[in-house]
């Protein structure tokens, strides 16, 4: 460093002398001076020759320090840069390689969703604004079908019953009565009279053959007569006595003649009566007397449904769930008493995309688990629909009643769907940070880090859905310890 008095003017130095104590800028700032001295004009401003050259060599000075500054600042940053290049180029660690490779895994598709019902059952009360008598079950009972899981209160029922089978009986006699309105004593007279009226067919008859018989007799009578008055043999009153005897049979036949026609006319109302007091009264008082037997027995077969309507009992075989109904309350049609599961069957119904549901078939197996119990299921219904606004559909999962599964349980689901080509890489290789996957890849002596989507774990490699392509050199043994960047060498 130069040291510039001011009690001694600077003398400027001469030609082949050394210059002591300045530097190339001062130089420079000499022999600037001096080439301009001849035409400078003297200060006319105060400022003497002397402070000019003072002032010069306090810039010259500053010159100087700034140079040097900059200089070391210079020589400062270009070491670091340096010692940076060298240590980068340093492995942080030592690391082995295998390439991401394509394998056939299993296709595996993995599902979520709750427990539920297969078939729930609501059963409610069919007669309304009756009172519950007893409650004969409870909340996880299994009952069978028909089993009585309540009673209600019938009485006003029973006693309107007993009302209806009595007009019942009623309809019923009186349907006898119009079928056969006469007693069996009746009959029997009938009967007597009918039988009479063919015997007196017969006197009638026999009367009617004798007239005849008789009207025979006079007419010969009465022609021989006749003959012996020709001869002188009878006298003339004789003659016509015997033809007034002819005349007079014929009158005695008309007559027995209408006796019997009399006779064979009673006997057909006889029989007329009989057959009437056999075959009953009339049809149509018949069929009034049926149809009014058949009004009172419907009448019957309705109460006799309502009071069965008033024990409550389950439709079919399945598990309790829920139970509302309790002892006092009154029932009312549009609430349950009862919630059951049908053949306490359970199911995982999950959704699926568009793409994962085509490849689905009814028959396929399904694991299912809660991290705490599993089951094996299988598919048995698969949604003919997707939803146009998610683009997912429906696919159920039938499990086993006994598998401990209760509905409403959260679980997940897997389903094999056999094998397929994938891009797997080692399992070791896989890191997570804060639930995000990623791996590291060896690229020219420096490792990448990729993250990437993790599919399928199967043993020791894992399915990478995307995030690498095949070939990609993956770190395997030493990744844990890398950052993104650092230099790695290979090790064998």
């Known amino acids: 460093m130069m040291v510039i008095s001011r009690n001694q003017p600077m003398e400027p130095a001469q030609p082949g002398q050394p210059t002591i104590g300045k530097n190339d800028a001062d130089i420079e700032s000499d022999t600037a001076t001096k080439q301009h001295e001849p035409t400078r004009k003297p200060a006319s401003n105060g400022f003497s020759k002397r402070s000019l050259y003072i002032a010069v060599g306090v810039v010259g000075a500053l010159a100087v320090l700034t140079g040097a500054t900059a200089a070391g600042s210079m020589l400062v940053n270009g070491r670091s840069h340096e010692a940076a290049a060298v240590k980068k180029q340093v492995p942080v660690a030592t690391v082995t390689v295998l390439p991401a490779t394509l394998k056939a895994v299993p296709d595996i598709l993995s599902l979520t969703g709750s427990i539920s019902a297969t078939d729930p059952l609501s059963v409610g009360a069919s007669s309304m604004g009756l009172v519950i008598k007893t409650v004969d ?271 409403g349980m959260f679980v997940k689901g897997q389903i094999e769907r056999g094998n397929r080509n994938a891009l797997t890489v080692p399992n070791s290789a896989i890191l997570s940070d804060e639930g995000v996957d990623y791996v590291f890849t060896y690229e020219n002596g420096v490792a990448k880090k990729h993250q990437v989507a993790v599919g399928a774990r199967v043993k020791d490699v894992a399915e990478i859905r995307n995030g690498l392509e095949p070939g990609e050199q993956i770190i395997v043994a030493g990744a844990g310890f890398l950052n993104d960047e650092d230099p790695v060498a290979v090790g064998r």
């Not at 006779?263 to 009339?282: D, I, Y």
């Not at 139970?323 to 053949?343: C, Q, T, V």
Request: net charge positive.
């Open 137 to 407: 079950v409870e909340e996880g009972d299994y009952v069978r079908k028909g089993q009585v899981l309540c009673t209600l209160d019938s009485s006003v029922i029973r006693a309107q019953l007993a009302g209806a089978e009595a007009r019942l009986q009623g309809a019923h006699a009186s349907l006898i009565k119009a079928e056969q309105p006469n007693r069996v004593e009746d009959i029997g007279s009938f009967e007597a009279a009918y039988q009479q009226s063919l015997a007196d067919i017969q006197n009638k008859t026999a009367l009617l053959d004798q007239a005849k018989a008789s009207q025979k007799l006079a007419k010969s009578t009465a022609a021989r007569y006749a003959a012996l008055l020709k001869e002188g043999a009878v006298s003339q009153m004789e003659a016509q006595t015997k033809e007034t005897e002819a005349l007079t049979t014929g009158s005695t036949v008309r007559a027995a003649q209408q006796n019997l026609e009399a006779a064979r006319f009673a006997s057909r109302q006889a029989a007329n009566r009989l057959t009437m007091a056999k075959e009953g009264g009339r049809k149509e008082d018949v069929q009034i007397s049926a149809a009014t037997a058949n009004e009172n027995a419907a009448a019957v077969q309705q109460m006799r449904a309502q009071i069965e309507q008033t024990i409550v009992r389950a439709p079919d075989d399945g598990l309790i769930t829920r139970r509302y109904a309790h002892i006092g309350d009154l029932s009312n049609g549009s609430k349950p008493l009862f919630e059951m599961i049908r053949k306490g069957n359970i199911e995982l119904k999950a959704k699926v995309s568009q793409d994962d549901i085509s490849r689905l078939a009814v028959g396929q197996l399904a694991r299912v688990t809660d991290n705490t119990r599993s089951a094996e299921g299988k598919v048995f219904q698969i949604s003919p629909i997707v939803d146009e606004t998610t683009r997912l559909g429906t696919v159920r999962i039938a499990i086993p009643a006994d598998s401990g599964f209760k509905p």
